[in-house]
């Protein structure tokens, strides 16, 4: 079975770092594009990080370049880096695997496997 298992949220200060991790299990990692997914409360969910299994471009709305990172190990496990952190950035993040097409790589109707998500609180 295909399990993603998201975690390393948590509380932090505005302006701080955290790094969430997503363990998957269950099939081959490689061939699966990544994502990670933020819903902030109320909201809906956006993406705002992926990286592409074909050639690991990496896909950002502009208002995360310079701000997140997404990358993979070889340990089967999805980063994300995240640093100058505002309150806006509430919320919960979800990580998924896909085979998205490439003009819709922060699409999540793209991906077929998520994470339970994990839950990031910025303070101000």
């Known amino acids: 079975d295909v399990q993603l298992q998201a975690s390393g949220g948590g509380l932090v200060q505005a302006g701080g770092s955290l790094r969430l991790s997503c363990a998957a299990s269950?099939?081959?990692?490689?061939?699966?594009?990544k994502a990670w997914f933020h819903q902030a409360p109320g909201k809906e969910r956006e993406g705002v990080a992926s990286?592409?299994?074909?050639?690991?471009?990496q896909y950002y709305p502009l208002s995360a370049k310079g701000k997140l990172t997404i990358s993979v190990d070889n340990a089967n496990t999805v980063y994300l880096d995240m640093k100058n952190l505002t309150p806006d950035d509430t919320g919960v993040y979800y990580c998924?695997?896909?085979?998205?097409?490439?003009?819709?790589?922060?699409?999540?109707?793209?991906?077929?496997?998520w994470g339970q998500g994990t839950e990031v609180t910025v303070s101000s």
């Open positions: 998924a695997v896909g085979h998205p097409h490439e003009d819709r790589m922060r699409d999540e109707h793209e991906y077929s496997y």
């Open positions: 990286i592409s299994s074909e050639d690991g471009s």
């Open positions: 269950g099939f081959y990692f490689d061939d699966y594009s």
